[in-house]
């Protein structure tokens, strides 16, 4: 699995989080007849706003916050800086989680995909019950994932005075839109745990979710701290952002238990089955002495079932060191490692609804790691380039008589962001690749909040773009300035990173008012050949800016014919009225200019 990391991911003032409401305790009111708890549409959306670290209702939107969503609301801008528009998108039915099922997962992967480069993040409210199996086969779903998606719910609703709900939506909202995190995420209780490796531990308690074979992804005190190390992404190829939304349903998860009977177990792995999650003893094992029962699991993955192997215990993973756990893979059962029974029964529903993969694949698959949902045996590590005794940063550690194993670690993760950027600035791909296979993540931001994709970007380095992009270089990234790799191309006009890049998945985050006051700045500066770079990314030339007029109008008033006739062939539209109700061309007659028809 390839690493992708990024710290917070900038000091603009402001990210874009859609939060996709699926029902759940969080919002849920007591029946005044029944006394039992019961989900209400719209009451979510409502109540938020008697918060006040989720809702402030003084903040004014401006143009450029505008969501593709009505009642776009605002929360106080955060001790790092950053205020959080977000819009509520609540499924038409609103459910118990309970009640969640594999075409639910397909409605919220649906929506992520269609919200995708409209926000910056995505916040999913689900219920407590079956959250880390939605998690896990969102997980699998999204595929080449480029941006945070976390899940979250409560133990008590938002309505009761005492409640867990404030505490985890402000969380998962903070940790969405504050931070590049793409993956698939359960935040609960002041931690973020990867999705596919979460399971529910407790039925009545705050505390409810752990991830029993992988430490947290972070956890929120009085300061954030995330575990960078443990952060990776989804994407194994350079390909963009998609959804697959199909699961096979014809899966089941079985669990071994002592005098299971031989008709039980055939009748439970007859057909339809094709697949099954096998939740055996310990390490793995399985009751050797019974040959009727292995003789029915060889039957039945000769039959092509694919079947793997779970361990029962809460924290482990399965072997082959006890005979007992090496009959059962001798009958053809496949080792599940590490994997949660969430993640091998999703991971499993996904492979199998793959239409393109054969048996041999779809079974090699379930063992490899896709998503981090398993744990991989790393060989031994190389020396580190950055320890070397002939490095920079070797001397800086002599002369400063460092000798703790803390302070040189300190020291190494102050400077290696540097030294990661310079190499990718001069394009340096031998010294990015020495990095890269020694886990040095090639995401770590700079001082300026640059990270080595944006200064490959902006030098124009195809081959270093290309190593990064492969290596998880984060393409949604933003430096302090709230500058993503690919405006940092578009700018220096790098055509073929851009290309590069968009094919990727990387996409314009700029609002129309933002991408307008671009585009006018650029005519300002008499630059027509740069419109041919911002094509490239395909944004929309014909928003109003702040100057209340597009890029064409403010051609015209700079009497920049290059300027208009390049807009022109970039496709904008000179019939498009400024704020006082001129076109391009009615502006063109009242300034008298000449050569632009």
């Known amino acids: 699995m390839i690493r992708r990391t990024s710290s917070v991911s900038s000091n603009t003032s402001i990210s874009r989080i859609l939060i996709i409401y699926t029902g759940g305790t969080i919002g849920m009111i007591k029946c005044p007849i ?29 143009e450029g916050d505008i969501l593709t969503h009505h009642d776009p609301k605002a929360t106080p801008t955060s001790m790092y800086g950053k205020r959080i528009i977000y819009a509520i998108e609540e499924l038409e039915t609103i459910l118990d989680s309970a009640n969640m099922s594999m075409v639910d997962w397909a409605l919220i992967a649906k929506l992520i995909e269609k919200y995708y480069t409209k926000f910056d993040g995505f916040v999913v409210i689900h219920g407590t019950d079956t959250m880390a199996y939605t998690a896990s086969a969102l997980s699998f779903m999204l595929e080449n994932l480029g941006k945070s998606v976390i899940l979250t719910g409560s133990q008590i609703p938002l309505e009761e005075q005492r409640t867990d709900a404030v505490n985890n939506l402000l969380g998962a909202l903070i940790f969405a839109s504050h931070y590049v995190i793409p993956e698939v995420a359960i935040y609960f209780n002041n931690k973020l745990f990867r999705g596919n490796r979460t399971v529910k531990k407790k039925s009545e308690d705050i505390d409810a979710f752990d991830s029993p074979n992988m430490s947290p992804l972070a956890v929120m005190g009085t300061h954030i701290n995330v575990n960078w190390k443990n952060v990776e992404d989804s994407s194994m190829s350079l390909k963009k952002f998609c959804v697959h939304s199909e699961m096979c349903g014809e899966v089941a998860m ?37 040959q009727d029962l292995l003789d029915v699991f060889q039957e039945v993955c000769a039959r092509g079932v694919i079947v793997v192997n779970i361990t029962q215990c809460l924290s482990g993973t399965v072997s082959t060191e006890y005979n ?7 009958a053809g059962i496949l080792p599940g490692g590490d994997m949660t029974p969430e993640a091998a029964l999703a991971k499993l529903s996904y492979l199998l609804a793959k239409p393109d993969l054969t048996l041999e694949q779809r079974r090699e698959m379930m063992v490899s790691n896709l998503r981090g949902e398993l744990t991989v045996v790393m060989s031994s590590k190389v020396s580190d380039i950055f320890l070397d005794s002939e490095s ?57 909040g640059r990270t080595p994709l944006h200064l490959a970007a902006c030098e124009g ?26 405006v940092e191309a578009i700018k220096n006009k790098h055509g073929d990173v851009v290309k590069l890049m968009m094919d990727t998945g990387a996409h314009l985050q700029y609002s129309d008012l933002q991408i307008a006051d671009a585009l006018c700045l650029t005519v300002m500066e008499g630059d027509a050949e740069q419109f041919d770079m911002w094509k490239l990314a395909a944004p929309n030339f014909d928003a109003l800016g702040s100057a209340k007029c597009t890029a064409l109008h403010m051609s015209v008033m700079c009497n920049s014919v290059s300027c208009y006739k390049k807009l022109l062939e970039c496709g904008a539209d000179p019939t498009v009225k400024d704020v006082k109700g001129m076109t391009a061309k009615d502006m063109i007659a009242a300034l008298n200019r000449e050569g632009f028809i």
């Open 34 to 62: 029944t006394k039992a708890y019961l989900p209400r549409k719209g009451y979510l959306d409502e109540k938020i706003k008697t918060f006040a670290p989720l809702y402030d209702p003084d903040y004014e939107f401006s």
């Open 254 to 290: 079985l669990r071994l238990f002592p005098g299971m009977t031989c008709s039980t177990l055939h009748h439970f792995l007859a057909p339809p089955i094709r697949g099954a999650v096998l939740l055996s003893y310990g390490a793995g094992n399985g009751p050797d002495a019974r």
């Open 324 to 330: 007992t756990g090496k009959v059962l893979s001798d």
């Open 392 to 448: 920079y940063l070797s001397k800086l550690i002599s002369a400063m008589e460092l000798t703790s194993q803390k302070e040189i670690h300190a020291l190494r993760d102050a400077i290696i962001p540097t030294v990661m950027c310079n190499a990718a600035k001069l394009g340096n791909i031998e010294k990015l690749r020495e990095a890269v296979q020694q886990s040095v993540s090639v995401n770590k931001p700079d001082y300026d």
């Open 461 to 486: 380095h195809y081959e270093a773009v290309e190593f990064l992009l492969s290596a998880g270089a984060i393409v949604h990234c933003k430096d302090r300035a709230g500058n993503t790799p690919l």
